[in-house]
């Protein structure tokens, strides 16, 4: 077996972030991903996303998009609509009951970032963030 120490590291620390994340968004009925893209339309709805945008911005297939649109949408938090000037896309816009969460999202997302970088001190803290940016601009 390859020596993968790094990736194995990033990947139980990404999924025991994602887990916990997933446990504290329980109450809200949505799902860390979910909860990333209902964020990102509320900033963004002004732009006139759509769903090739959600697709390139979360890295995923648009399948896999269109898939977890039609289930925000079904239980209310977003929809689409078709712009009188493109009948062949549809728009996404967040809903009263999406904005209704947005806050609860962010202190999660904030309370689940603080506790992956809590053992570390401010220096450490510091140097984590200049290797990840590192790492991220090499890939």
Do not use: W
Not at 31 to 54: C, P, S
Not at 80 to 105: A, D, F, T, V
């Amino acid at each position: 077996m390859a020596n993968t120490i790094y990736s194995n590291l990033f990947r139980s620390i990404s999924q025991k972030s994602m887990m916990t994340s997933n446990q504290m968004m329980k109450d809200l009925e949505v799902n860390h991903q979910q909860a990333r893209v209902i964020a990102y339309i509320a900033e963004n709805q002004d732009k006139g996303l759509i769903q090739k945008d959600l697709a390139e911005v979360f890295n995923r297939r648009g399948a896999s998009i269109t898939s977890m649109l039609q289930g925000l949408e079904k239980k209310g938090y977003i929809e689409r609509r078709i712009p009188k000037e493109n009948e062949r896309q549809k728009n996404i816009y967040i809903l009263p009951k999406g904005l209704k969460i947005i806050n609860q999202i962010n202190q999660i997302f904030e309370a689940s970032e603080k506790k992956l970088i809590e053992p570390l001190t401010e220096k450490e803290q510091a140097e984590f963030l200049r290797l990840l940016e590192k790492i991220d601009d090499n890939l």
